[in-house]
């Protein structure tokens, strides 16, 4: 027996006893009710959430296949040492919301030296017995490792992005199959991409998320199915273009793919094989944000004549792209036309949740606000959401400039890039590839941002070509702040508080993708007495007119400079932060959507 056999077979022996010790003192938990854990400050949502069914709504909605089931709910828990196996489990985990946060029930830190374990149990569908059977976690962070029914199912590095395993060969029929999760985060002290999360938070660094922090599930396909696709249109010729990844392809496959519009087929096409299939059509509408007109699309995997694999998708008519405006200035087209681009700093944290918004309604919440006060994007700041996020934004029309978030060292001004390891950067650059490749369906993504402020950026040059070749269908801002190294499809700065513009260039557009951070806290809906703001104001009236005086500035640079975006700081509070146009609760709207809206559209004079 060869080494690593020799490894699974003593870990397999390990977890196997783990799960009988385990087994004999879960019981005492059983009857165990899950409760909220003490927190400064909850959102209105905390109440809504069912600890029998957490995050219901389907996680995948830009792939959706009819049957699944959602594991999501009350998990045993316990934390051990690193390399140590559980003896007894703690109590129980609301999953999918970190081990952190007030909403997991738990609220205990983990270290860099300690492992965190999961247990549950599931069924199988009798239906299901023909089927391959594949476990999905759409995010849990940093390195998880599953066991089923005490055999190792696999293991994933990554904090962000959603990955399964086929575990057909360890179901047992008419048996509860038992799930066993081990997650290491070492969160900020190690390399890996990690955006704010610190061991110790303070300022512009926040709590961690470690584990399952996203929806876990089981789906049913045969054994010839629908790995993935790609969709992308062309708004010049009215196509559509979709690309299968088919799984064991064989002679007699062939994909048929239906676009529908108000729930009315209007084409219909089937291919051969895995081979692409290309729509064109002679009346179609383009998507923005003021009309994010969307076409539904079902693509099904013939075999012989027999539907085996059928799936439901959707896109968007949308183009983005550099070129010049009747003005002379180089700017971001959207559909070919100057559309000025202004959002919020959005970076997804939530008092009860933090990573987790406590429910769908919540994450909506935030986007229908954006919406509200005359807000057209966001950048989504150095964390990656759950796939639902993206699908709201595709149907309100949202724009998305979508970070990558960062890792290792945070260097300061004009350094030069840190010398990564080689290790660090190829784990970056698989994170990198498994978000573009994951989000690559939803029109609303516009701008990938691989770097912020210097913070772990490296080869800057070669990550940004890297990205083009990954997705050409999208702009690049390779560097966000400060550590310009002349590529990319923009050029972009920082400044707080007060606005500023960098100097137009002919070959880039020019963007302030941050500044702002006027802050304001609300009695009784902070996170801390001890808060901060870029620029703290004495009230809301004060706060309205700094805002007001800010855009005027604004809106003239976009007439006069050439500036194709701003991003403001934030759109909620965070932490200690109190810089956000909402509190951290979600409670206070500070400004009133009412009066932001034709400050940030310009329509006010």
């Not at 519009?261 to 081979?275: F, L």
């Not at 993708?513 to 304001?520: A, I, M, N, R």
Request: hydrophobic share 35%; net charge negative; glycine share 8%.
């Amino acid at each position: 027996m060869d080494k690593k056999n020799s490894i699974m077979k003593r870990n397999r022996i390990l977890v196997l006893c783990a799960i009988m010790i385990g087994l004999s003192s879960c019981g005492q938990n059983e009857e165990s009710e899950w409760a909220i854990a003490d927190n400064p400050i909850l959102t209105q949502w905390a109440d809504d959430i069912d600890p029998s069914n957490p995050w219901p709504e389907y996680p995948r909605p830009d792939m959706v296949r009819e049957e699944w089931i959602n594991l999501n709910g009350l998990w045993d828990y316990t934390i051990t040492g690193k390399d140590e196996q559980p003896t007894v489990w703690e109590g129980k985990i609301l999953v999918p919301y970190p081990v952190e946060s007030a909403l997991s029930g738990v609220k205990k830190r983990i270290n860099e030296n300690e492992y965190l374990w999961y247990r549950t149990e599931f069924k199988v569908p009798a239906s299901w017995k023909k089927k391959n059977i594949f476990l999905n976690f759409e995010a849990s962070d940093w390195e998880t490792t599953v066991w089923v029914n005490g055999n190792m199912a696999g293991d994933h590095k990554g904090g962000y992005d959603p990955f399964c395993m086929n575990i057909t060969r360890y179901i047992k029929k008419g048996k509860n199959h038992e799930l066993l999760v081990r997650v290491w985060d070492p969160s900020s002290k190690g390399p890996q991409a990690r955006g704010k999360q610190v061991t110790d938070p303070h300022g512009i660094w926040y709590t961690p998320s470690s584990g399952i922090w996203q929806t876990v599930w089981i789906e049913p396909v045969d054994n010839v199915y629908f790995r993935s696709f790609q969709t992308e249109t062309d708004i010049e010729n009215g196509q559509i273009w979709i690309q299968p990844d088919i799984v064991n392809m064989h002679d007699g496959i062939s994909t048929r793919a239906s676009i529908i519009k108000e729930k009315n087929i209007i084409e219909e096409k089937e291919i051969s094989g895995d081979n692409e299939i290309i729509f064109t059509l002679d009346d179609y509408e383009l998507w923005s944000p003021d009309k994010p007109v969307l076409y539904d699309i079902e693509i099904e995997l013939i075999d012989n004549g027999q539907v085996i694999d059928k799936i439901k998708t959707y896109t968007g008519f949308r183009k983005i792209s550099i070129g010049n405006d009747d003005d002379g200035f180089t700017r971001i087209l959207l559909n070919n036309k100057f559309v000025f681009q202004n959002g919020p700093l959005d970076q997804g944290f939530w008092p009860d949740g933090l990573y987790t918004p406590p429910t769908e309604e919540a994450m909506r919440y935030d986007l229908e606000m954006i919406k509200k006060m005359g807000f057209n994007m966001l950048r989504k700041h150095v964390k990656v959401e759950n796939r639902r996020f993206y699908y709201w934004c595709d149907r309100m029309g949202v724009l998305v400039w979508q970070d990558m978030p960062n890792g290792d060292q945070h260097i300061g001004r004009n350094e030069n890039d840190i010398d990564k390891s080689e290790e660090a950067a190829r784990q970056f650059e698989i994170e990198l590839s498994k978000l573009i490749k994951t989000k690559y369906n939803h029109p609303s993504i516009i701008v990938w941002v691989p770097f912020n402020e210097g913070w772990g950026q490296y080869d800057t040059g070669r990550i940004t070509e890297f990205i083009k070749e990954l997705d050409p269908t999208r702009l690049v801002n390779s560097a966000s702040g400060w550590t310009d190294r002349g590529t990319g499809d923009i050029l972009d700065i920082h400044h707080y508080p007060d606005p500023r513009c960098p100097e137009a260039e002919d070959n880039r557009a020019i963007v302030l993708s941050e500044f702002g951070g006027l802050g304001l806290p609300v009695q009784d809906h902070t996170w801390e007495q001890k808060n901060w703001g870029y620029k703290n104001m004495e009230n809301t009236d004060a706060l309205l007119k700094k805002y007001d005086e800010f855009y005027k500035i604004i809106h003239s640079m976009v007439k006069e400079k050439g500036l194709s975006a701003s991003i403001y700081t934030q759109i909620t509070d965070v932490e200690t932060e109190t810089n956000g146009l909402l509190t951290y609760d979600r409670k206070i709207n500070k400004m009133g959507a009412e009066n932001l809206y034709p400050i940030n559209t310009g329509q006010k004079k």
